[in-house]
C-alpha cells in the first residue's frame, strides 16, 4: 500500500470514530478496582481495631457483633509493621494509626551488642471510608500510643524504646521523646511539622488535657508520670507514679470530666488515681488481688472497671474511696489476655481481648451490671485498643 493511500485509510478511520477520545471519556468499570470494603456509619456503631501481628485493621459491627472486614495497613511489604492504636477524627473521616515495628529487633539485648540500626516509626493517616492510606509522618523507633485532642487539631506520639533505654548509660540519652504534630491533619499531605520534647525512659500511654496544652504521660522507665506543656513544649516535671518502691506504670486513661486520671501499674498491681493537674496528686490506690491491670473503663465517674491478665479477669473499684468491689474471671474461651475496656454514650461496654498473640484476638461485650461475656466476635492477632465510631 502506497503512501497516499495509508493517508486516505488514516482519514476515513478518525471519520468514522467521531474524533479523538480521552480517558475522561471512558464510563466503563476501573481497570483495577479497589479491593477494599466501605466503613461508612450509616446508622451503626462501628469499632476499629489495629492487629499488631497480622499488619491490619479491623472493622466490627458493635450492634450486631460480626466482623465487616480487615484491611491491610502500612508501608512495608516485607517486615511485620506492628500498628498500634487507631484514633479517629470522626469530622475529617481521618483514622490514624502508628507502625512500630515490633521485629525489626529481635532481641535488645543482642541489639546491643550488635549495634544494630533501629528502624523508625510512623503514624499514618486513612480514611475511614475504606481505610486507604492518605500519608504518614515518620516519627522515633517504636512508637506505642497516640493521643488526640478532642478538635483534632494535635496528635501526641509516645516511644516506647527499650533498646534507647539499655544503649545509653547517660540518662538524657536513654530518654525518648514525646512527638507533638499540629495540625494532625497535616499527615494526609505528609506535609507535617514535627516537634520532639525529650521526655522520659520508655514512655508509654498519654491523655491530653481539654484545652490540649498538657499531655500526661506514664513514663514506665522512670516510674513515673510526668507533664508536659505541649504549647511551650517542655516538661514540667514528674511524680512517682504509686506508693511502692517499683510501681511500673504503663497504661493511664482519663475519668468522664477529665479531671482525674488512672493509671496502672504493672509490678505493683495497682490501679492508681491522681488529679489531672500540673502536680498530679495521689488520690487513691487499689490493689488488685492478683494479675496484671491494663487500660481501665470508666464506668460512671465513680466506678471504673480495669482489665486484668494473668489471670483474664476484670476488677471493678469504686473511684470516691479506692475500694475494690468486684472481681469476675474469664474462661480462655470467652476473653483471654483482657487489656482495654470502653463504655460507650450509650451505656454499652467493650472490652479488648489480646489472645496468646499466635490466634485471633477478639472484641467482646459486656454485660454493664455483671461484666459476663454476652458477645463475641474474632478479630485478628494481637488487637490492640479500640477506637468507636458512634453514628
Known amino acids: ?115 544494630v540500626v533501629v528502624k523508625s516509626g510512623y503514624v499514618q493517616a486513612f480514611s475511614l471510608d475504606d481505610l486507604r492510606p492518605l500519608g504518614e509522618q515518620r516519627v522515633e523507633a517504636s512508637p506505642s500510643e497516640l493521643a488526640l485532642s478532642s478538635d483534632g487539631a494535635l496528635l501526641a506520639v509516645s516511644h516506647y524504646d527499650t533498646l534507647r533505654s539499655i544503649s545509653n548509660k547517660e540518662l538524657d540519652k536513654r530518654r525518648a521523646s514525646l512527638a507533638l504534630i499540629d495540625p494532625a491533619g497535616s499527615v494526609t499531605s505528609s506535609g507535617a511539622t514535627l516537634r520532639l520534647v525529650p521526655l522520659c525512659v520508655v514512655p508509654a500511654a498519654i491523655v491530653l488535657s481539654a484545652d490540649k496544652t498538657r499531655a500526661f504521660v506514664a513514663c514506665t522507665g522512670e516510674d513515673s508520670i510526668a507533664v508536659v506543656d505541649t504549647v511551650a513544649g517542655a516538661v514540667l516535671g514528674s511524680v512517682k507514679a504509686g506508693e511502692l518502691n517499683v510501681n511500673k506504670p504503663y497504661a493511664m486513661v482519663a475519668d468522664p470530666t477529665g479531671t482525674r486520671l488512672a493509671v496502672s501499674n504493672q509490678v505493683a498491681g495497682t490501679v492508681v488515681l491522681f488529679s489531672a493537674t500540673d502536680a498530679p496528686a495521689l488520690l487513691s490506690t487499689t490493689r488488685v488481688n492478683l494479675g496484671v491491670p491494663y487500660f481501665v473503663g470508666w464506668l460512671s465517674n465513680d466506678v471504673l472497671a480495669a482489665p486484668i491478665q494473668e489471670p483474664s479477669s476484670v476488677a471493678l473499684i469504686d473511684a470516691a474511696t479506692g475500694t475494690l468491689t468486684k472481681e469476675v474471671a474469664y474462661a480462655d474461651s470467652d476473653c483471654l489476655n483482657p487489656s482495654e475496656i470502653q463504655r460507650t454514650a450509650g451505656g454499652r461496654v467493650f472490652m479488648v481481648c489480646e489472645g496468646n498473640h499466635f490466634a485471633p484476638g477478639a472484641i467482646v461485650e459486656l454485660d454493664p451490671e455483671s461484666l459476663a461475656v454476652t458477645a463475641r466476635v474474632e478479630v485478628e492477632l494481637w488487637p490492640d485498643r479500640l477506637a468507636i465510631l458512634e453514628p
Do not use: K, W
Open 1 to 115: 500500500m502506497n503512501r497516499s493511500a495509508l493517508l486516505l485509510l488514516s482519514l476515513g478511520l478518525c471519520a468514522c470514530s467521531g474524533g479523538e477520545r480521552t480517558i475522561a471519556d471512558y464510563d466503563g468499570e476501573p481497570a483495577y478496582p479497589s479491593q477494599r470494603g466501605s466503613y461508612r456509619v450509616d446508622g451503626r456503631l462501628l469499632g476499629f481495631v489495629a492487629n499488631r501481628m497480622s499488619d491490619t485493621i479491623s472493622v466490627v459491627d458493635l450492634d450486631s457483633m460480626t466482623l465487616l472486614g480487615s484491611e491491610p495497613i502500612g508501608r512495608d511489604p516485607v517486615d511485620v509493621d506492628g500498628p498500634r492504636h487507631v484514633l479517629l477524627d470522626a469530622g475529617r473521616r481521618i483514622g490514624y494509626v502508628a507502625l512500630s515495628y515490633p521485629l525489626a529487633v529481635q532481641s535488645v539485648h543482642v541489639a546491643v551488642e550488635t549495634g
